[in-house]
């Protein structure tokens, strides 16, 4: 059999499948990577050429491709279930991994429901909290209906229709306003207008977001009571370029909700799993969510899994006989799969074994302290770093100009993708220093001619 090639792969691939996140039309001139194996940080194509995935796959792989642990555990699990219905039915993997869960978390978060991406999950906590306002007012004829939520700007939660409701990223949402749920959007602090290089520990003085929260205080004041949840992903805005916000604001815009009744909702789908320094975001904000949605790292980027973990409060408000139209009844085919919890259950093990926050921590000091030597080249701005993300953005007016790095970044041997002109690196948790290093100083010689990109 011949040995295939890229160029045979990318023209059968066009013959027949739709990327996501993409305008295909790009493709006449940037071909498409087939990737035939990887390994550790490396991805390798059907031409022998090498690439770090600076992006860990799209924010999922915390522990490497064909990583040992998460391997075993698949195997082992695929010899006795591969998947069964959660309806009515359960398995082992999915029980270890909810105690598991709920033992990492807060103590009120005590109760899974399980999805299979990170969209679906948004999906649920949307539905429940309004389902959950529903139930309890039920017997009250007086109370209002709360049909509303509240998001920030800047926000990214997915793409299905209720997700990209509560988002506000005109690019993924516009096309779609006339069939999307009512939301109010809040103000976020913009630290970019005000600092350019900074980490979360240097923003969390009042004067950078004192003025959001009168914002907020005012749209509380003529809604508060039609808002059934407040949906926000703490510390940083990941789609939204890469852009991150005081934690004593979150802090502060959650008692302000809840002295309305209003839920919270964290979207920790990019940043939980120690992306943001700690195991979940919720534990640097001093806020208990009311509920929690998971995804992307959860199985080390093995397969598709997500879960909202909330409090029995909200559980017991759906427990009731079956006539009474209380049940929550959302459903996924492939819910809970047992791979899927089982590669869970693994990456689980590797933070419990590894010590990998702690060592997370001192290597993400290590690589920010290199990744600040990009602020010597002219085009780079706003530097920022938060646990293991790193960006900058393009101090270019030229479109699409983080798309020109990209295709430099593939011919030095890096798998990047920007966010317009906002370039980021969220590397798997076992990149070494050097491969870091290397990641920068490419970065380096793409950057340093201005000209090419103004």
């Known amino acids: 059999m011949p040995k295939l090639s890229n160029y045979d792969l990318f023209s059968r691939d066009l013959a027949h499948i739709w990327h996501p996140c993409t305008q295909m039309k790009d493709h006449e001139s940037f071909s498409i990577i087939p990737i035939k194996s990887a390994k550790g940080v490396y991805l390798y194509d059907f031409d022998d050429n090498a690439y770090i995935d600076c992006i860990s796959s799209w924010w999922v792989n915390l522990f490497g491709h064909c990583n040992p642990t998460i391997n075993a555990a698949i195997t082992n699990q695929l010899n006795e279930l591969e998947h069964i219905?959660?309806?009515?039915?359960?398995?082992?993997?999915?029980?270890?991994l909810s105690q598991r869960l709920?033992?990492?978390?807060?103590?009120?978060?005590?109760?899974?429901?399980?999805?299979?991406?990170?969209?679906?999950?948004?999906?649920?906590?949307?539905?429940?909290?309004?389902?959950?306002?529903?139930?309890?007012?039920?017997?009250?004829?007086?109370?209002?209906?709360?049909?509303?939520?509240?998001?920030?700007?800047?926000?990214?939660?997915?793409?299905?229709?209720?997700?990209?409701?509560?988002?506000?990223?005109?690019?993924?949402?516009?096309?779609?306003?006339?069939?999307?749920?009512?939301?109010?959007?809040?103000?976020?602090?913009?630290?970019?207008?005000?600092?350019?290089?900074?980490t979360p520990a240097d923003i969390d003085d009042e004067s950078y977001y004192e003025q959001e929260l009168s914002t907020l205080e005012s749209i509380l004041a003529c809604y508060g009571e039609?808002?059934?949840?407040?949906?926000?992903?703490?510390?940083?805005?990941?789609a939204g370029a890469m852009h991150i916000y005081p934690k004593a604001f979150i802090k502060k815009a959650c008692e302000l909700c809840k002295n309305y009744g209003i839920l919270i909702i964290f979207d920790e789908i990019a940043v939980g799993f120690g992306r943001s320094g700690s195991m979940f975001a919720l534990e640097q904000c001093g806020v208990v969510p009311d509920l929690l949605c998971l995804s992307k790292g959860i199985s080390g980027g093995y397969l598709p899994l997500s879960v909202v973990v909330t409090s029995d409060e909200i559980y017991q408000a759906f427990y009731a006989p079956y006539e009474s139209n209380k049940a929550f009844l959302h459903s996924?085919?492939?819910?809970?799969?047992?791979?899927?919890?089982?590669?869970?259950?693994?990456?689980?093990?590797?933070?419990?074994?590894?010590?990998?926050?702690?060592?997370?921590?001192?290597?993400?000091?290590?690589?920010?302290?290199?990744?600040?030597?990009?602020?010597?080249?002219?085009?780079?701005?706003?530097?920022?770093?938060?646990?293991?993300?790193?960006?900058?953005?393009?101090?270019?007016?030229?479109?699409?100009?983080?798309?020109?790095?990209?295709?430099?970044?593939?011919?030095?041997?890096?798998?990047?993708?920007?966010?317009?002109?906002?370039?980021?690196?969220?590397?798997?948790?076992?990149?070494?220093?050097?491969?870091?290093?290397?990641?920068?100083?490419?970065?380096?010689?793409?950057?340093?001619?201005?000209?090419?990109?103004?």
């Not at 808002?227 to 940083?236: T, V, Y």
């Open 85 to 96: 219905l959660l309806a009515g039915f359960s398995h082992k993997p999915i029980i270890d």
């Open 102 to 198: 709920c033992a990492l978390l807060p103590s009120t978060l005590s109760k899974c429901f399980y999805a299979d991406n990170g969209s679906s999950a948004i999906e649920i906590a949307l539905k429940m909290s309004f389902h959950y306002h529903r139930n309890i007012s039920s017997a009250s004829a007086k109370a209002p209906l709360r049909s509303k939520f509240l998001a920030l700007s800047n926000a990214y939660h997915g793409e299905t229709i209720a997700a990209l409701s509560v988002g506000d990223l005109g690019l993924y949402k516009q096309t779609y306003e006339p069939i999307l749920l009512s939301c109010l959007s809040t103000p976020v602090p913009n630290i970019l207008d005000k600092v350019s290089t900074y």
């Open 226 to 238: 039609e808002i059934c949840a407040f949906i926000i992903e703490p510390i940083i805005q990941c």
């Open 332 to 454: 996924h085919s492939y819910t809970g799969n047992a791979l899927a919890c089982a590669a869970a259950n693994a990456v689980l093990d590797i933070f419990a074994t590894q010590n990998i926050i702690e060592k997370n921590r001192s290597l993400s000091l290590t690589i920010f302290a290199k990744w600040q030597e990009l602020e010597e080249l002219t085009i780079v701005k706003n530097l920022r770093h938060c646990g293991m993300i790193f960006a900058f953005d393009l101090d270019s007016s030229r479109a699409r100009a983080g798309l020109m790095v990209v295709k430099q970044a593939l011919q030095r041997g890096l798998l990047l993708r920007p966010l317009g002109n906002t370039i980021y690196f969220m590397p798997p948790y076992i990149i070494t220093i050097e491969q870091a290093h290397f990641v920068v100083q490419m970065l380096k010689e793409i950057l340093r001619d201005p000209n090419k990109f103004t």
